[in-house]
């Protein structure tokens, strides 16, 4: 698909004004609507501004590229304006914005916008194409620019094709090679790759590099590739494989330094200074490193991530086995006194019970990348059990009475332990000789690793087995009062960041708890995601009952808020607090600790760790539950509406 496919003279506007980014926005969603790519153009900018609050679509050099891919539009779009003046984006390198993309694509469309995003990226990272659109003094014009940019890159593509197929025949291999990628996986990654090819033909050698983005892997680098390659370059800003490299030098960096930097990461391979890839890889330089802090959250974040499926879909199935076994409730056998309930639950405890394990396994691999995964898993299962050294001294009978479970404390550490054990282990196999590289990643790695983990959760297993026991004796000694103050912190830590850290943090803590099976736990569940369901409703009511507070889009787009807010996506409020942090931002932390306080306090409890609102059957107090939401969400949508200033439209 081409860019002139999807971009009309009605979606063009050349020498526009802006007196913002909203502004700026507001002006390429109406090109969107006159193009006729978009139904609902409120609920359009609503994606457009939930892709901003995740990062800025600035991609530097004056350039912007804002994307939705949403239901609210009808047929795959691109929209485009040159702002002489410039707006400010948030970009990179602190310039304004004045030559700008807005790309729509219908949910479900496969691609179609990552495509489309693919090539944008790449063309403008030459600059006189991108000044040539500037300069265009027309909608007429600016097309023509792109339509001889796309068929001098096609043939360009062509060629460079034939010249790699004719290059690996004759032997004649990549120099370097290079993976990039970002969390999203869009613009960056493309530029990076783009910028390093380039700078490397000027340079006179070829870089061929490997785009992992959301569409997937694109120029994957061959085996063969790899065997002759002098180096690699990893330019990303996520966690990367790098098991096929073992024995090459590997350079890994941040996707901001393929784009701004491409000559010294080249002469990195070439000087021979990155780390061979046997070892612990090297992070960059001392600028370009991450602090510990940062280290540490992006390996946890890792493991939450694949936790996440785990915890929800077993603890929704074990919420459907206590609903469908409401007749034995307050029996010892609620949840499985009937076949269908006991199905579910056994499905549900099942899947709810890898969560420890999958936790600590991908914990590790975010530290030692492969190698790591075993030892984290074997680590995370010897956390879940509790299995130590006095359980061993009972052989041959084994008393699993002297076993107690870590929790989610002991699994946490399992895997930063397991990780840097593998890493440790790792760069002792350096000084083996060098027949024995290929039994490292299948045979000396997984039994070493394994088997140091093991032998060290013997031993922490009895501490983190007495400290997880005694937090639940306090949490479940609790009075009012203190669980009260409980449920006020996880439900207001729901509304600092709408799914970010203090959000995850507060989530996993609780999902650690309802892990436990102690009645707090389900308590402090209850809290939280009450909590969580508090700053889309206050967005809701607000735009409702306070109309002169919000634009005539923010109030069309608020009513989205009511679903999201009833399903526990606190995402929802991420626009709104994107465009006034100020005002949304505490007004959502009072509405979502005042939810979550009265929650613990009428001793509502949740055996579901997810499902809002539709998991209300399964809830204990259900109605007081309903009303500690009601209360929190007014108190917020009260605050934040007298707060504001009204909006002159």
Known sequence: MKITDLLKVEGIKVGATATNQMDAIDQLVALQDASGNIKDPAAYKQGILAREAEFSTAVGDGIAISHAKVAAVKKPGLAAMTVPGGVDWNAPDGAPADLMFMIAAPDGEANTHLEMLANLSAMLMHADFANALRAAKTPEAFLKVIDDAEAAREQEQASKAAAAAKAADAGNWPKILAITACPTGIAHTYMAAENLEKKAAEMGFTLKAETQGSAGAKNVLTAEEIAHAEGIIIAADKNVDRARFAGKQVYSTNVSAGINDPERLINIILNHEAPVQEGTVVEATAAETESIGAQIYKHLMNGVSHMLPFVIGGGILTALAFLFDMGAAGTGAYGSSTMVAAFFKKIGEEAFGMMLPILAGYIAMSIADRPGLAPGVVGGLMAKSGINLAFLATAPDFDSSVCVSGGFLAALAAGFLAGYITNYIKKLCDNLP?????????????????????????????????????????????????????????????????????????YVFCTGLLASGTEMGQVAMAACMAGGMVPPLVIALSTTFFKNKWSKADRDAGLVNYIMGLSFISEGAIPFAAADPAHVIPTCVIGSAISGALSAMFGCTSPAPHGGAWVLPVIGNPLMWLVAIIAGSVVGAVILSFWKKPVEE
């Open 434 to 506: 060098d027949a024995l590289e290929g039994i490292k990643p299948i045979l000396l790695y997984p039994v070493l690793g394994t088997l140091a983990i093991g032998a060290v959760m013997y031993v922490l297993n009895p501490i983190f087995g007495m400290l997880n026991t005694a937090m639940n004796n306090f949490l479940n000694g609790m009075g009012t009062t203190n669980a009260v103050l409980l449920g006020a912190v996880v439900g207001g830590m729901m509304s600092i960041d709408f799914g970010g850290p203090f959000n995850k943090a507060s």
